[in-house]
């Protein structure tokens, strides 16, 4: 049988004189060729025989036997120096890559503010679900609400979820908060404002990123499942899912293109009991390298797995750092119906329980697969995921919108990092439903979009460095930024967050399947958006618009300016903070002086 072959992931680069330099970053190895080669070297994104692939680029040559015997002797030439990878060897790394050993998930965090009845139910059931596969897990929950009767509350839930199921639980309201980061403000020389800015966030606001950040701090060195305090953990597995592991790399999909009700069946038909508990799913994946992944896989999954899995496997590189589920009944602003939330429209299918039932975000794209999914670059949020903390990562984005967007992205944008999209889902029940969306926000930008082209702008260029490197040069980068610079780049960012949203709205309304009401209300922001990203201050991401003493659209450019400085800075100090924190929770010395501090069920902290 004849060898397949395949591209590595290549780049075209201007070389000396008129060549074109063709390399591969995962074979650390190049080609210099004419343009007219460079413009029909393909990246197939299957096998094949190298004669298949050279008949395919000499037909997109304009055919002459001199450049047709010029690409020939380039694909043999590729095939020497590794830019073109036979299947035998990916079969190969495959089978001999041994399993990353790793110790079960037993830490649970949970963030919250002010809601002591949810945070209850949410750590019940995932103390009870870990029970039924023999677990025994401790909990840190962390309240930055501000609230002492919230934290009093909040106490008192979380002591009766102690007492009754035996387990740890660690709570951090305000005053252990700032005990931990005095902690490591004592044990390194990060500013103060950048501390705080990263573990309590902009002054005034909600912070779930922040909070988030405490908790990864407080996690370091761990393998940890976060969730939600509006999440219940009642796992269930998609219908239609099997266990064949897919490895997928391409664009960024958004929900907002599903239909709420996939193939005119509710979620519910969708949807079975789990025949494996939430945590053994995330064991299954978690720390885990893309090449065992793959091991199982038929012959025929193998040819068309993507070219960065393939520079994965053969590099041996490729460990899955987090694991996301999937969300029942989310009634967040993921799903086409919340379009219509924008223009206050509730038609019987959009009331609250309609909502719930009909409304999919992360567990759309997991029904898309139809199985796990492996991705590349892919920023889904999630309210439920498993990270791999053995080894350092990013921060969240201290804002409280798309910060968990923005983590997945940063995450999964190393080259060494994948990420897992479970087929199971997890509940969402708030205790509210939000029936109607800020119409300015539907039609500003966030920060977290922001921050997205920024960072990826400067990610890519430096992902051949460690993670701390890695992060320590992004943040130079964006600490450093003068305000014109920032000033370009927030222009260049809005512009392509327009064009992209606009796509969406257009892909929306030439759907033949999208509801009418839900086509109207769509037109409708269409034309907002386009009005919006003609004014002065669209730039300007809607948490800080309006912030500044006078509101003036040059005093919010400067929030602007600074958030993004200092987030440079945070992203520079990150690994120190983390390294002062690890093992905090265990210290018991030192967590000790962390008073008042939960410590449950004879558990003396």
């Not at 001999?96 to 503010?113: E, W, Y």
């Not at 790399?249 to 599903?258: D, N, Q, R």
């Not at 201290?398 to 990092?417: H, N, V």
């Amino acid at each position: 049988m004849r060898e397949l072959y395949r591209w590595l992931p290549l780049q075209k680069i201007p070389a000396a004189g008129i060549g074109i330099a063709v390399w591969s970053r995962g074979a650390c190895q190049h080609l210099v060729v004419t343009p007219a080669i460079a413009g029909v070297l393909c990246e197939h994104d299957t096998f094949r025989t190298v004669e298949d692939l050279i008949a395919d680029a000499q037909s997109k040559a304009w055919a002459n036997s001199e450049i047709c015997e010029s690409i020939s002797q380039t694909f043999h030439e590729a095939i020497r120096c590794g830019l073109l990878i036979p299947l035998s060897r990916v079969k190969s790394a495959v089978a001999d890559t041994p399993d990353k050993s790793s110790h079960p998930l037993a830490t649970l965090i949970v963030p919250t503010a002010g809601r002591p009845a949810l945070v209850r139910r949410c750590v019940a059931s995932f103390v009870h679900d870990a029970s039924l596969s023999g677990r025994r897990i401790q909990v840190v929950v962390s309240d930055n609400s501000g609230n002492p009767d919230s934290e009093r509350n909040c106490r008192a839930e979380l002591e009766q979820v102690a007492q009754l199921n035996d387990v740890k639980v660690t709570f951090v309201g305000a005053i252990e908060a700032r005990a931990i980061r005095e902690e490591i403000l004592r044990q390194t020389n990060v500013p103060i404002e950048t501390l705080n800015f990263l573990l309590s966030g902009i002054p005034g606001k909600p912070n779930i990123g922040a909070n988030r950040n405490l908790l990864l701090v407080l996690a370091s060195g761990r393998r940890v499942l976060s969730a939600d305090s509006d999440m219940i953990c009642e796992p269930r597995r998609f219908r239609d899912a099997n266990s064949t592991t897919r490895e997928f790399c391409g664009p960024t999909i958004s929900a907002v293109e599903y239909r709420a009700a996939p193939d005119g069946r509710s979620l519910e038909e969708q949807t079975v009991r789990s025949s494996r508990f939430l945590w053994d799913s995330h064991d299954e994946v978690l720390g885990r390298r893309c090449a065992t992944m793959l091991r199982d896989c038929l012959q025929s999954d193998l040819l068309t797995i993507s070219g960065d899995a393939v520079k994965s496997v053969i590099r041996g590189v490729g460990t899955i750092r987090a694991s996301y589920s999937g969300i029942y009944g989310d009634p967040g602003i993921h799903c086409r119906p919340s379009l219509a939330f924008m223009f206050n429209q509730t038609p019987n299918s959009l009331r609250p329980a309609g909502v719930c039932d009909e409304a999919l975000t992360t567990g759309d794209m997991v029904i898309a697969a139809k199985s796990t999914l492996i991705s590349r670059g892919g920023p889904w949020p999630g309210g439920c995921f498993g990270i791999d903390l053995s080894e350092v990562g990013p921060p969240f984005m201290p804002c409280y919108q798309g910060e968990d967007w923005l983590f997945g992205l940063l995450l999964s944008s190393r080259p060494d990092s994948y990420v897992a999209h479970l087929a199971e889902a997890v509940l969402h029940r708030p205790s509210c439903v939000r029936v109607t969306v800020n119409y300015d926000a539907a039609i500003s930008i966030r920060m977290a979009d922001i921050m997205r082209g920024l960072c990826m702008s400067t990610a890519a260029a430096k992902s051949s460095l460690s993670t701390r490197d890695w992060l320590y040069q992004m943040g130079t980068e964006l600490s450093q930024a003068s305000d014109d610079d920032l000033n370009q780049w927030l222009h260049g960012v809005s512009w392509s967050y327009y064009r992209s949203l606009m796509t969406t709205l257009e892909r929306i309304s030439m759907d033949t399947d999208t509801p009418d009401s839900v086509i109207e209300a769509t037109d409708h922001l269409r034309r907002a958006v386009d009005r919006a990203i003609r004014r002065a201050d669209f730039i300007v991401p809607f948490e800080l618009r309006g912030q500044s003493a006078n509101g003036t659209t040059e005093e919010a450019l400067n929030d602007t300016y600074s958030f993004i400085n200092l987030f440079g800075r945070g992203l520079r100090q990150w690994p120190a903070i983390v390294a002062a924190a690890e093992g905090l929770v265990e210290r018991a010395a030192g967590y000790g002086q962390l008073r008042p501090k939960c410590s449950y069920a004879g558990h003396e902290g």
